[in-house]
């Protein structure tokens, strides 16, 4: 099913106990110290707890910063957009829509570091924040989306149960440690 077919709400409840929680996916130009210390944190925690988010742990905030700094200029210079889950107003999640300097690209962006903190982790909010990610996708005009997944993570199949298909690997792309590497699982998903 392509991703134009599923339009579930970027806003949605997260049960979580029998507890329902308010989650939200918005996307945020202005990334202040508050917000990007929760990023930091998310970020750090989701590497540490063995997500597949461009890192290998174990990693501190200090080792993050600079890869978070390099995602950030791009928001503030506009040409990128942070989508931000929140569970209950708190930071629960991110993923960063990272468009084209190509005017042959422009209806085109890339999907960066998905991920949802552990903390929130079992709720359905993966979804919620890839639903949020296309629904401001759509509102900037974009068609198609694209994202990579490490191979031997399994990632690769919740994408594609979110419309997307793989259009190609890159063997041995990603060295995760001496002496294993992984694909590189190129995926696609027309709006």
């Given at each position: 099913m392509s991703c134009a077919r599923r339009r579930p709400r970027a806003c949605r409840a997260a049960r979580e106990n029998g507890r329902v929680s308010a989650a939200e996916v918005r996307a945020v130009a202005t990334v202040d110290d508050v917000?990007?210390?929760?990023?930091?944190?998310?970020?750090?925690?989701?590497?540490?707890a063995g997500g597949a988010v461009g890192f290998v742990p174990p990693v501190s905030?200090?080792?993050?910063?600079?890869?978070?700094?390099?995602?950030?200029?791009?928001?503030?210079?506009?040409?990128?957009v942070l989508a931000l889950l929140t569970v209950d107003d708190a930071t629960a999640g991110f993923a960063v829509l990272v468009g084209s300097l190509?005017?042959?690209?422009?209806?085109?962006?890339?999907?960066l570091r998905v991920q949802v903190h552990p903390t929130f982790q079992g709720r359905?909010?993966?979804?919620?924040?890839?639903?949020?990610v296309h629904d401001i996708a759509r509102t900037r005009g974009l068609e198609f989306l694209r994202l990579?997944?490490?191979?031997?993570?399994?990632?690769?199949g919740f994408y594609r149960r979110l419309g997307y298909?793989?259009?190609?690997?890159?063997?041995?792309a990603v060295r995760v440690a001496a002496?294993?590497?992984?694909?590189?699982?190129?995926?696609?998903?027309?709006l």
């Open positions: 917000l990007r210390r929760d990023l930091l944190s998310c970020w750090t925690d989701v590497t540490n905030r200090d080792d993050l910063a600079p890869a978070l700094d390099w995602l950030l200029e791009g928001v503030h210079s506009g040409r990128d190509s005017p042959l690209r422009r209806h085109w962006a890339t999907v359905g909010l993966g979804r919620v924040l890839m639903t949020g990579t997944a490490r191979g031997g993570t399994g990632v690769d298909q793989e259009h190609g690997r890159l063997p041995g002496g294993d590497d992984r694909d590189e699982i190129v995926l696609a998903c027309p």
